[in-house]
């Protein structure tokens, strides 16, 4: 059996019951290379997403229509919604468009009006008309320059909207036609 002076530390200080812990300074340079590297990455996305981002233009609810405009009367209006992946909402609107003139359409930018309940703008939006090109299994949309209008023809479209102004009156939205591009 060991004596007391043998065990006890303070007696014998050769012998220890719990071994020390040498403390090391800590290396921080892996740590600020990861954190440079994390951000140098998202500087990339996010320049990459703003860069092929387009500009937004809001085209003024006064601008003037297309000539040809006239010719493109558009009718058969349906709209329906449904839930995307981030638990937002898209809107559609279907269509129907013809061309009565006697110009082949090969493009046909719109200006979509959302109105209030006291009938004025609440979301202005302009982008560029898509022509459905099936409808099953799901629904396929196309430029109107991968199926030009020709004279005489009749089309479906779809606008999608990710998202509607939470002031809008849930009427029908205005559509006019801004831009023709013809032949």
Do not use: C
């Not at 740590?31 to 003024?60: D, Q, S, Y």
């Not at 979301?123 to 459905?132: G, R």
């Amino acid at each position: 059996m060991a004596s007391h002076s043998e065990i006890d530390p303070e007696i014998n200080p050769g012998i220890n019951l719990v071994p020390r812990i040498e403390t090391r300074d800590r290396n921080w340079l892996p740590l600020a290379i990861a954190a440079g590297v994390v951000v140098l990455v998202a500087a990339a996305v996010i320049l990459v997403f703003e860069h092929g981002r387009k500009p937004v233009v809001v085209t003024p609810v006064s601008a003037a229509p297309d000539p040809y405009a006239a010719s493109l009367p558009i009718s058969g209006l349906v709209m329906s919604e449904s839930s995307n992946l981030a638990g937002g909402k898209v809107t559609y609107v279907d269509g129907h468009i013809a061309n009565k003139g006697n110009r082949t359409v090969s493009a046909i930018t719109v200006q979509v009006l959302f109105r209030d309940p006291a009938k004025e703008v609440t979301q202005n939006e302009t982008e560029p008309l898509k022509l459905i090109r099936t409808r099953d299994p799901y629904v396929d949309l196309e430029s109107v320059s991968a199926a030009p209008l020709q004279p005489g023809d009749e089309r479906d479209f779809r606008l999608i909207f990710d998202a509607v102004s939470p002031d809008w009156n849930g009427a029908y939205p205005e559509i006019r036609v801004l831009h023709v591009d013809s032949k």
